[in-house]
T-cell receptor, first 111, second 116 residues
Framework: KQEVTQIPAALSVPEGENLVLNCSFT??????LQWFRQDPGKGLTSLLL?????REQTSGRLNASLDKSSGRSTLYIAASQPGDSATYLC??????????FGGGTRLMVKP | ETGVTQTPRHLVMGMTNKKSLKCEQH?????MYWYKQSAKKPLELMFV???????ENNSVPSRFSPECPNSSHLFLHLHTLQPEDSALYLC???????????????FGPGTRLTVL
């Protein structure tokens, strides 16, 4: 059974810092990995999707990498802003279109 | 409307009530999903529908009954729920790709369910 772990569970940083969120998964037989953002009480917003054949994806200040063989992904956020405060979720897609989520990293960026 | 919509956004029900959650996607996808997000637990997949046929049922109790009448609509019928079923219920959709790779899933805003 696939298990996804996110470290740290919570992170508080001052505005302007560059930061890295970590995700690990136990079964490397995945189709893709998605990073999502969730604001309190809201649904999920897809940030980046990395197919299993890719190594990284970039969108604005966000960069996500994937090392499928070691079961790891990182989300890099450059020049963090208070508006980046949210919970960030990592999820891997396996057989049967089944998406398995990590527990999330709760990020607080202080002005 | 665009994207994935869910109604109602909030629902309070007693344990003896019967209610339904509705999801609609306007993205031309052919796969739809129900997820449950409880406090302090990771998001859990409940049901997967590909081409209107249920292909996954992740050991969900029978008091949750999904229905997918067409590729754009998905329902979750609720009856005789327990207080521990209180959670955020999220619907998602995607293209279904069985062999070549994984498609991106797009999520609705969720229905916040409280069972008294």
């Amino acid at each position: 059974k696939q298990e996804v772990t996110q470290i740290p569970a919570a992170l508080s940083v001052p505005e302007g810092e560059n930061l890295v969120l970590n995700c690990s998964f136990t079964d490397s037989a995945i189709y893709n990995l998605q990073w999502f953002r969730q604001d309190p009480g809201k649904g999920l917003t897809s940030l980046l999707l990395i197919q299993s054949s890719q190594r990284e994806q970039t969108s604005g200040r966000l960069n996500a990498s994937l090392d499928k063989s070691s079961g790891r992904s990182t989300l890099y956020i450059a020049a963090s802003q208070p508006g980046d405060s949210a919970t960030y979720l990592c999820a891997v897609l396996g057989a049967g279109n089944m998406l398995t989520f990590g527990g999330g990293t709760r990020l607080m960026v202080k002005p | 409307e665009t994207g994935v919509t869910q109604t109602p956004r909030h629902l309070v029900m007693g344990m003896t009530n019967k209610k339904s959650l509705k999801c609609e996607q306007h993205l031309g996808h052919n796969a739809m999903y129900w997820y449950k997000q409880s406090a302090k637990k990771p998001l859990e997949l409940m049901f997967v529908y590909n081409f209107k046929e249920q292909t996954e049922n992740n050991s969900v109790p029978s008091r949750f009954s999904p229905e997918c009448p067409n590729s754009s609509h998905l329902f979750l019928h609720l009856h005789t729920l327990q207080p521990e079923d209180s959670a955020l219920y999220l619907c998602a959709s995607s293209h279904f790709q069985s062999t070549s790779g994984g498609a991106e899933q797009f999520f609705g805003p969720g229905t916040r369910l409280t069972v008294l």
